[in-house]
């Protein structure tokens, strides 16, 4: 549907009324203060990116200075609204009070700043998810941080993220000490984190991308053996219970492609040596 500048005006009129605080029906609801001077063209953003049911997300791209915190407030606003109560903002990190102060100021809404050291704090406690022990804490579901607490160590790490968000129930990158994995390493046997764990339908999946010059370096192969046997326990066991079995993925980085499907991955499973056929 294409809106007239005239229902526009009358859009951002309305959002900008104060609702019943408990109100979840509407998107006014979710802006409790009234403090937004909204412009058609904002109302108009924010309603092509809620209203699309093929889109799995927007990229608002209006010129400097019209008003693209106040579109993306709208679009976090309604999800508040609709009970979504996972949010996630990643901002540079000079922004971040802004962010915090904006939410609150002109939106109502309540949001942490989450900082580095108690993220590596949870971390380094065996939190299985960090940004779930700060919103507990603070109590709050927004949790704004850095770009730094959220990339990819490499590219590779990023095509297969975008392969894992089509392809997979869900999906995570560990954190040190969620797995406790260990392999040998001459003397020492230090811990190894998988680059990331996903859920299918019917397997999880451990998986280790790596650059092809590098997969049968003997600390990878090391990883991967002490990973392979993990994954084989924990199938074990899932199978005693009636869960999902685990596979140990080790797929060379020039394989990784966006357009493939997870399980094109399958071959590059790596079996403990002990239940090779």
């Known amino acids: 549907m294409v809106y007239s500048p005239q229902q526009l005006a009358y859009f951002a009129h309305k959002l900008t009324l104060r609702g019943p605080a408990d109100s979840m029906d509407r998107m006014a609801g979710a802006l409790l ?11 108009d953003a924010a309603l092509f990116a809620t209203s699309n049911p093929l889109s799995k997300g927007a990229i608002l791209a209006d010129e400097v200075g019209l008003g693209k915190t106040i579109e993306a407030g709208l679009l976090i606003a309604q999800r508040w609204a609709e009970r979504k109560r ?7 990190a000079n922004l971040r009070k802004q962010w915090h102060q904006e939410l609150a100021d002109k939106f109502g809404l309540p ?3 989450l900082e580095a050291k108690p993220f590596r704090q949870a971390v380094k406690d065996g939190t299985t998810n960090p940004f779930d022990r700060i919103t507990d804490a603070a109590r709050s579901d927004i949790v704004i941080c850095s770009y730094p607490l959220q990339k990819f160590d490499s590219d590779t790490e990023r095509r297969f993220a975008i392969i894992l968000e089509r392809d997979a129930l869900k999906w995570l990158k560990p954190a040190k000490g969620q797995f406790q994995i260990y392999y ?33 370096t003997q600390e990878v192969q090391a990883k ?4 392979a046997r ?3 326990h924990a199938s074990d066991h899932a199978a ?3 869960s999902k079995p685990w596979k140990y993925l080790l797929v060379p980085h020039n394989e990784i492609v966006e357009s493939r499907r997870l399980t094109d991955f399958l071959r590059y499973q790596v079996v403990p040596a002990a239940r090779k056929a």
């Not at 203060?33 to 109302?43: M, S, T």
């Not at 996972?86 to 540079?92: A, F, V, Y």
């Not at 998988?194 to 019917?202: C, I, L, R």
């Open 230 to 232: 993990w994954c084989a």
């Open 111 to 113: 949001a942490v700043i």
């Open 224 to 227: 991967a053996a002490a990973a």
């Open 33 to 43: 203060d009234a403090q937004v001077d909204l412009n058609p063209h904002q109302i």
């Open 184 to 216: 040998k390493l001459g003397t020492e046997q230090p811990e190894y984190i998988p680059d990331f764990v996903a859920e299918s339908d019917t397997t999880i999946y451990m998986v280790e991308t790596k650059a092809r010059g590098d997969v049968n």
């Open 86 to 92: 996972r949010l996630l903002i990643i901002t540079p």
């Open 240 to 242: 005693s219970v009636g």
